[in-house]
């Protein structure tokens, strides 16, 4: 009788543990459907886009898991581009989505510490927030700024009756954006996965999208990308995923929770993951420098050989160059004063300098050396080659095979 029930209670655990196997959701075949499905509907500006697009919304199912959660930041560089597509498919796919367009700071904050989840928040026409036209919105951008990392809260000052009471709300939560321009603010570029849509050439070509036909097929991935993130969630927490050599600083943070997920969705979502990273980085290194960069690679040319150069003549070959704004920075072109102004961003002061007989103001090599050094190092390798080195996945990854 006792080894009767012995083998009954092994063949119900066996049964059960097969059970457990059946349902258990394939990673790698799940993400394939979800950027199937955006495929269908987006044509994206490079083929990394739409496994960047399908990592983050994962990440988005597993916010307990992570200290930090990147932006989804979508932009072009003119209407009609695909970005609202974009942020719609993201909205579906994603957990506990608002879409917020012009809304108001309190409808945002109370949504943020909402007691019923953390949302995913979807915030179509960003530039209206950042852009030129933007008035009074820097609680919003407070709240964009912090919630990026766990724990982080958000304080506002409230008038109840004739009292003034302070408040924290929690503001960390996963944020997807769009709009139009170059408006965002660098706090929040660097910490986003940055998508530029381009519109469509004449022979590219994607399904309309119609929400009444093709959002119940964006839930029911949703429900398996939740399903799926409570089967991960253990292995995603423990993780400290490897990154390519090209990925350091903040680019890290953004990118890790991603590459987590692809790691835990198998070693070809690995790979994927790791090359879009790579490209995508690469990508928005080689946007235009700031103006302070750009002076400073402008005087790396003055210079040449040069040990030390006037004032006078730094100001004479800066107006001269072909293409650089010194000519005409707005409305006139740059002065002692201006060029005093923009060097001194970096610590780097005129000085007077001896040329033959002479003794003008003017700058030194040896004082412009250290910016040129932190500043104006080399653009990242084209994706193809720079990404070879990332296409395996860590053999120690912190994820079962």
Not at 154 to 183: D, P, Q, S
């Amino acid at each position: 009788m006792a080894d009767r029930t012995r083998n009954i209670l092994k063949d119900g655990t066996a049964n059960s543990r097969a059970k457990r196997r059946r349902h258990e959701i394939d990673g790698a075949e799940l993400l394939d459907r979800v950027h199937a499905h955006l495929r269908e509907f987006i044509a994206p500006p490079t083929p990394y886009a739409l496994d960047a697009i399908t990592l983050w919304i994962a990440h988005a199912h597993l916010m307990d898991a992570w200290e930090t959660t990147p932006r989804l930041l979508v932009t072009s560089a003119e209407p009609g581009s695909g970005k609202t597509r974009v942020l719609e498919l993201v909205a579906v796919l994603s957990p506990r989505a608002v879409e917020a367009v012009n809304v108001t700071p309190s409808y945002l904050f109370r949504k943020v510490g909402d007691e019923d989840g953390r949302p995913t928040i979807c915030f179509d026409e960003i530039d209206t927030v950042f852009g030129p036209k933007a008035k009074d919105n820097e609680e919003i951008r407070g709240l964009l700024n912090a919630g990026h990392r766990r724990g982080a809260q958000t304080g506002r000052c409230v008038v109840r009756g004739k009292t003034v009471e302070t408040e924290e709300i929690e503001a960390y939560c996963a944020v997807a954006m769009a709009g139009v321009g170059n408006f965002t603010p660098d706090t929040i570029v660097s910490r986003s996965v940055q998508i530029r849509q381009r519109r469509r050439a004449p022979g590219e070509r994607v399904s309309p999208y119609r929400r009444r036909l093709h959002e119940a097929e964006g839930i029911a991935l949703r429900e398996e990308l939740a399903s799926w993130a409570a089967q991960v969630e253990g292995l995603c927490k423990s993780a400290y995923p490897s990154l390519p050599p090209e990925i350091v600083d903040r680019d890290a943070d953004v990118w890790e929770p991603l590459i987590a997920v692809a790691d835990a969705a198998g070693l070809e979502w690995a790979r994927r993951a790791r090359v879009a990273a790579v490209a995508l980085v690469a990508e928005t290194k080689r946007k235009a420098p700031s103006l302070g960069v750009r002076l400073l690679a402008d005087l790396q040319k003055v210079f040449g050989d040069a040990d030390q150069v006037s004032t006078e003549v730094i100001l004479m070959e800066l107006r001269e160059m072909d293409e650089a704004p010194w000519s005409d920075l707005r409305g006139k072109p740059i002065d002692a004063r201006g060029l005093s102004r923009l060097l001194g961003d970096y610590d780097i002061k005129s000085t007077t300098i001896r040329m033959g007989t002479s003794t003008p103001k003017g700058y030194r090599r040896v004082d412009l050396h250290d910016a040129w050094q932190r500043y104006l190092c080399e653009l990242p390798q084209e994706p193809a080659t720079s990404a070879t080195a990332a296409t395996a996945a860590p053999e120690d990854d912190g994820f079962d095979d």
